[in-house]
């Protein structure tokens, strides 16, 4: 994994974009020889090098959006073949937008479906290389846990959830009167010493795990390894390298105190307005005509029995109240019993709202509290007082999340489903930490870009 703007992206699929770059810019200098192999091109190098251009930076931004280089794509959201022709089907879309406008750097329909033809089969060729080689033992991260109790049990099952799996679990040293429930063939005795372990297993990354801070860890220990070249972790750093979250058993407000990151005010927020201000407009400039649509279907279901938008309180930065715009996807009697969360197949969605909130339309209207400066593009989704107050008191650290502004999409929505209850909270909570600690405009961007993704696929709506 490496830092870019204070946010991590797996190394990994950092080289495969790059492959895949390549591969998309050749397949069309390709698909130009095949579609003029007989005869002589009326095609320049300059007009196929600029097109090739062209085409692959479309392709790839396309796959990007469609989270085929997210590390943390999980197995059972992996569809290779379905997100790849997913990617393919917009970037098509997206190129006949591009020609359209620079008619000059255009390509033919043979030389385009030859291209696309040839980016295709390169993508899965590109892929089986990838997962093949890329999870071969020899190009993972070697990992040593000291501690063996339920904490090093959660690392080892980490890389069960993924495709890519960046790291192995070498072993486990237990540490004095800690209860091992570890693999025992993985139980490492300590008095050899954690160099000599290192040494022996030829170790790259020590992560110090245990149930209880109160135990001896061997600190002498750790530092000769640290200062002989091995990498030294605590709980929440690998955490927040490895999944992208801040994990919230292990997070103390000593740490909160001392760590790096959670910058605000200055620069920072000219550079977010700024950036939410295009990208509102922008949007608008796009989806104006499903938002219109939107209006009239809702008012042809509902006629004057309720009102087109849907105006909630929520709670904003620094905890101040706002009213968020949506349309409306429920019925007008929905919280007659009282403030609740929307449930899997929810009676009280009206059957537009079936399709806006699947298509998270029933959104846009959030772009008017963006541009009135009451929310953010990116950032925690807002949530409603009546729940706040509770999970302030007993979620710790959740007033955190609203340090910043709340955004229409987050980095909790990218990584995490539909949150229904207070543990799907928690978990979510730790995400939007791991926001505010890390924000940049790239990581801005990358949502935003992913979000593409969570649209197309549904991910989370109810």
């Not at 959660?154 to 570890?182: M, Q, T």
Request: with cysteine.
């Amino acid at each position: 994994m490496i830092r870019i703007f204070r946010h991590y992206i797996s190394r990994a699929y950092l080289w495969l974009l790059v492959i895949e770059f390549y591969v998309f810019f050749n397949a069309m200098y390709l698909g130009n020889a095949l579609r003029f192999l007989s005869v002589t091109s009326w095609y320049t190098e300059q007009s196929i090098t600029a097109s090739s251009f062209v085409f692959s930076g479309v392709m790839t931004l396309s796959c990007a959006g469609m989270g085929l280089y997210r590390r943390s794509l999980s197995l059972q959201d992996y569809n290779l073949l379905a997100r790849t022709c997913a990617s393919f089907s917009i970037a098509g879309m997206a190129i006949a937008f591009f020609y359209y406008f620079y008619p000059v750097w255009r390509v033919g329909p043979g030389v385009l479906a030859y291209s696309i033809v040839l980016a295709f089969l390169g993508i899965m060729l590109t892929r089986y290389l990838f997962y093949k080689f890329a999870n071969m033992d020899h190009f993972k991260t070697r990992v040593l846990v000291v501690g063996s109790g339920q904490q090093a049990e959660k690392i080892a099952a980490i890389n069960d959830l993924f495709i890519h799996r960046g790291f192995n679990v070498v072993g486990f040293v237990a540490l004095s009167g800690e209860d091992s429930v570890v693999d025992k063939d993985k139980l490492i005795c300590l008095s050899k010493g954690l160099s000599n372990i290192s040494q022996e297993y030829n170790i790259d990354e020590i992560v110090v795990a245990p149930d209880d801070d109160l135990k001896e860890i061997p600190l002498d220990d750790l530092l000769d390894c640290k200062m002989s070249g091995v990498r030294v972790m605590n709980l929440i750093g690998f955490y927040e390298r490895e999944q992208g979250l801040l994990s919230l058993d292990n997070m103390k407000p000593q740490w909160l105190i001392y760590c790096g990151g959670f910058a605000q005010g200055g620069l920072r927020s000219w550079e977010k307005r700024s950036f939410d201000l295009l990208a509102s407009l922008m949007l608008f400039a796009v989806a104006w005509p499903f938002m219109l649509i939107t209006a009239l279907a809702i008012f042809l279901e509902s006629g004057l029995k309720g009102p087109i938008l849907y105006r909630q309180v929520r709670v904003g930065e620094n905890n101040k109240n706002f009213e968020v715009l949506k349309f409306r996807s429920m019925t007008t009697d929905a919280e007659k019993n009282g403030a609740q969360w929307a449930q899997p197949g929810d009676s009280r969605i009206t059957r537009v709202g079936r399709i806006i909130r699947k298509t998270r339309i029933d959104e846009l209207p959030q772009l008017f509290n963006v541009l009135k400066g009451e929310m953010s593009f990116v950032g925690p989704r807002p949530e409603r007082p009546e729940f706040v107050k509770g999970f302030n008191e007993r979620i710790p650290f959740y007033r955190e999340r609203h340090r910043v502004k709340p955004g229409i999409t987050g980095w909790a929505q990218l990584c995490y489903p539909y949150g229904a209850n207070e543990y799907d909270t928690i978990q979510k909570l730790q995400y939007d930490l791991y926001y505010v600690k890390n924000y940049s405009l790239f990581l801005d961007m990358s949502i935003m870009l992913n979000t593409v993704e969570v649209v197309l696929w549904g991910r989370g709506a109810r």
